[in-house]
């Protein structure tokens, strides 16, 4: 199966290189970015020069991509240079609405379109160790089951390209509170006069227990702002899932706090790093102590 991955950044990379590592799969990967291609090309895959070239003749298309507009700009350029039994996967984090927007596109060139938005982090991502929350037509997620099987561990099927777009910002929504909550929670902890590691072995021990806690509790006491998943896409992503809410006359106050730690942390410059700088917007000297 010839696969082109469109996108190779931090977990559009991780999966291109996942993909290459069956010998099952020809990958061919396009970046603006030659290095993030480099590093996709030493895991076996094929570099292109062009959008163009790099999409001609593939089997199933596979963009991710960091905003919206760039979504649908490429997704517009890719389709007149499929073929018709292409089938169109997009694993970027984007809101309902527009996911709609590039299954009218893709149905208008008559190219199947199933949404793959992805779990966890570009790490586990390279091992195969993510969920997959998938959206299309039947049949279109029939054609690429064994690419989604190689790709993850498991794939929760939504039906609708829709719901499977709004379980990711869900998620992550949900994700970044928990890591405004928990940044804060180690601060209170730590001027209460409790040692970091006595914080992090009891917390593992009790209801407060979560994904972001065990993944990067360790990150916010080691102070380490290297970026897993950043604050300027995280920003973005919490953004859409605030205005979906909105719009369907939903309140949500907690979040929307959330998000507004998340702009807190890009306009005090941490935009690139991870989210665990939101710790900085409470203990300013956490860069100084470092």
Same mark, same amino acid.
């Given at each position: 199966?010839?696969?082109?991955?469109?996108?190779?950044?931090?977990?559009?990379?991780?999966?291109?290189?996942?993909?290459?590592?069956?010998?099952?799969?020809?990958?061919?990967?396009?970046?603006?970015?030659?290095?993030?291609?480099?590093?996709?090309?030493?895991?076996?895959?094929?570099?292109?020069?062009?959008?163009?070239?790099?999409?001609?003749?593939?089997?199933?298309?596979?963009?991710?991509?960091?905003?919206?507009?760039?979504?649908?700009?490429?997704?517009?350029?890719?389709?007149?240079?499929?073929?018709?039994?292409?089938?169109?996967?997009?694993?970027?984090?984007?809101?309902?609405?527009?996911?709609?927007?590039?299954?009218?596109?893709?149905?208008?060139?008559?190219?199947?379109?199933?949404?793959?938005?992805? =779990?966890?982090?570009? /790490?586990? +991502?390279?091992?195969?160790? *993510? #969920?997959?929350? %998938? &959206?299309? !037509?039947?049949? $279109?997620?029939?054609?690429?089951?064994?690419?989604?099987?190689?790709?993850?561990?498991?794939?929760?099927?939504?039906?609708?390209?829709?719901?499977?777009?709004?379980?990711?910002?869900?998620?992550?929504?949900?994700?970044?509170?928990?890591?405004?909550?928990?940044?804060?929670?180690?601060?209170?902890?730590?001027?209460?006069?409790?040692?970091?590691?006595?914080?992090?072995?009891?917390?593992?021990?009790?209801?407060?227990?979560?994904?972001?806690?065990?993944?990067?509790?360790?990150?916010?006491?080691?102070?380490?702002?290297?970026?897993?998943?950043?604050?300027?896409?995280?920003?973005?992503?919490? =953004?859409?899932?605030? /205005?979906? +809410?909105?719009?369907?006359? *939903? #309140?949500?106050? %907690? &979040?929307? !706090?959330?998000? $507004?730690?998340?702009?807190?942390?890009?306009?005090?410059?941490?935009?690139?790093?991870?989210?665990?700088?939101?710790?900085?917007?409470?203990?300013?000297?956490?860069?100084?102590?470092?």
């Amino acid at each position: 199966m010839k696969i082109s991955c469109i996108g190779a950044g931090n977990m559009g990379g991780a999966v291109a290189r996942r993909i290459a590592a069956n010998s099952d799969f020809a990958v061919t990967v396009y970046d603006p970015s030659p290095a993030a291609v480099e590093k996709c090309v030493e895991a076996g895959a094929t570099g292109s020069d062009s959008l163009e070239a790099a999409v001609t003749g593939a089997d199933v298309v596979l963009t991710s991509l960091p905003t919206v507009p760039l979504v649908l700009d490429t997704i517009r350029q890719i389709l007149p240079r499929t073929d018709e039994d292409t089938v169109i996967v997009d694993i970027s984090t984007i809101d309902p609405q527009s996911a709609r927007t590039v299954l009218d596109l893709c149905t208008e060139f008559r190219r199947p379109f199933v949404a793959c938005p992805l =779990g966890k982090t570009p /790490a586990h +991502a390279e091992n195969g160790q *993510i #969920p997959l929350f %998938v &959206g299309g !037509a039947p049949d $279109a997620v029939a054609t690429i089951e064994p690419l989604l099987d190689w790709m993850g561990e498991k794939t929760y099927n939504f039906g609708t390209v829709e719901a499977a777009t709004a379980f990711k910002l869900i998620s992550n929504f949900i994700g970044m509170a928990n890591v405004a909550i928990l940044a804060e929670g180690l601060a209170v902890a730590l001027k209460a006069g409790i040692s970091p590691d006595a914080f992090a072995e009891a917390l593992a021990d009790t209801g407060a227990r979560s994904f972001q806690s065990d993944l990067r509790l360790p990150w916010m006491l080691e102070q380490d702002w290297t970026s897993r998943f950043g604050v300027d896409l995280a920003v973005k992503d919490v =953004g859409l899932a605030v /205005a979906s +809410a909105l719009s369907w006359r *939903i #309140p949500v106050p %907690v &979040g929307s !706090a959330a998000l $507004a730690q998340l702009i807190s942390a890009s306009t005090r410059g941490y935009g690139r790093e991870d989210v665990v700088s939101m710790l900085k917007l409470i203990q300013p000297d956490a860069e100084e102590q470092r």
